[in-house]
């Protein structure tokens, strides 16, 4: 490893033949003054991100490349979207998508090692398959970046070359719930087993359901992600003080920023161990709660597409869905407005208008109830959906449609 300049690593970058494969940091801990340099110094590069946020380098010349869409890359022209669930994004990289450059943002060095802090995910994979065909591995090294443990370290001999920076890592406020999604997160709470392992992601409703578990012991969490919800139920007491926070990444506030810095608790571990179904399955009363765009008669959730463009993509939910179903004492719930406010539609919809994401859930849950799907037929389902998720506006409307696709809804 050696310590490098903004110069000097321009004058390397810029060495490089062809156009470059640049696997980069994603979610909140893209390291930005890595990109820059990147940026100046290729005329041309590939940029894969995961949930890349707003500020990418964007001219012509810069091939966005994502498994899952964030705002920074959503309906770019110049997008490839990959269709593939989070958990077999490592795949991608030693079978299609080899990177020449891993661009990582880490802690400074400590006993030999950075550490990938809030942002593991996929990246371990990228810098191994970088290194096997002898890509380069640049980590920006910021003290504001915390020091966490598992898959998180990276040996100082796995960098090629560092970059020291100071900056502020974003954060995410917290918000109180607004109505609808505490009355969601009410129900999806009511269906926690005793002793659960949870896995939530961030926003409203996860927050809400959070909320709502506070007078609850004996939680775990195995999770993709946490935020400052994981936080909340540690303060109270809630969580099983022997069993380790294992996660990916997680994001929130300073507090949690904090909280996590060199804590023994936390473990974040690369993607294929936490989102690896056979493992998730492992672990009883696994309570998996995810959101969709839309959910139809089918049970079928679409959280990738809005229209004719990708929004976001698998992610984990369905690594995480299928892990759940064969939890024992597993449940998986999708967990929804019944109406979308901004596009003031119904969110329950006869058909799903783009790929499905996930099926063959637990339960549906609104504002309007709890649909239980699991062990009902067809029919049992759609009759489900209808009478307790959908909102009463749109009901009529659903079960005439229902009949015209062989579903006698009454």
């Known amino acids: ?55 990418l380098p964007d001219r012509d010349g810069v091939v966005y490349e994502s498994a899952f869409v964030g705002p920074g890359m959503r309906a770019h022209p110049r997008l490839h979207y990959f269709p593939c669930r989070l958990s077999l994004v490592p795949h991608l990289f030693r079978q299609r998508l080899a990177p020449d450059v891993v661009l990582l943002h880490t802690s400074l060095p400590v006993g030999g090692a950075v550490s990938l802090g809030v942002e593991v995910n996929v990246l371990p994979a990228a810098i191994e398959s970088a290194r096997a065909r002898g890509g380069i591995v640049v980590a920006q090294a910021n003290p504001a970046m915390p020091f966490t443990h598992g898959d998180a370290l990276v040996p100082l001999d796995a960098v090629d070359y560092l970059l020291e920076v100071d900056e502020p890592l974003a954060t995410h406020a917290v918000v109180a719930p607004d109505a609808v999604s505490a009355a969601i997160g009410e129900r999806v709470a009511a269906l926690v087993p005793a002793d659960a392992t949870l896995q939530l992601g961030i926003g409203a409703i996860p927050d809400a359901t959070l909320d709502a578990l506070l007078g609850r012991r004996g939680l775990r969490i195995w999770s993709e992600m946490f935020s400052d919800g994981a936080l909340a139920l540690e303060k109270a007491g809630c969580l099983d003080r022997d069993t380790p926070i294992t996660a990916s990444f997680c994001f929130g506030s300073a507090e949690l920023y904090d909280w996590v810095d060199a804590n023994p608790r936390i473990r974040m571990l690369r993607t294929e161990k936490t989102n690896n179904p056979g493992t998730i399955a ?51 719930v999708i967990a929804l407005r019944s109406w979308h406010p901004k596009a003031d539609v119904s969110s329950v919809v006869p058909l799903v208008s783009g790929p499905v994401t996930s099926f063959q859930h637990s339960y549906i849950v609104t504002e309007q109830g709890t649909a239980t799907i699991w062990g009902r037929d067809s029919v049992e389902q759609a009759q489900e959906i209808v009478d307790r998720a959908a909102h009463p506006s749109i009901r009529d409307e659903l079960r005439a449609a229902g009949r015209t696709f062989g579903l006698p809804l009454r």
Do not use: C, K, W
């Not at 909140?28 to 100046?40: E, H, W």
């Open 1 to 55: 490893m050696r310590t490098v300049t903004e110069p000097e690593l321009a004058r390397i970058l810029g060495a490089l033949p062809g156009i470059p494969r640049i696997v980069a940091s994603g979610n909140y801990a893209a390291p930005r003054r890595l990109l820059s340099v990147a940026d100046a110094a290729l005329a041309e590069f590939r940029l894969f991100m995961l949930n890349a946020q707003p500020g």
């Open 282 to 332: 492992a672990h009883p009363n696994l309570m998996s709660v995810n959101s969709a765009l839309q959910v139809d008669l089918f049970a079928q959730a679409n959280a990738t597409r809005v229209g004719n463009r990708t929004h976001s993509g698998f992610g984990g939910q369905t690594d995480f869905i299928v892990g759940a179903m064969h939890s024992p004492g597993g449940h998986a």
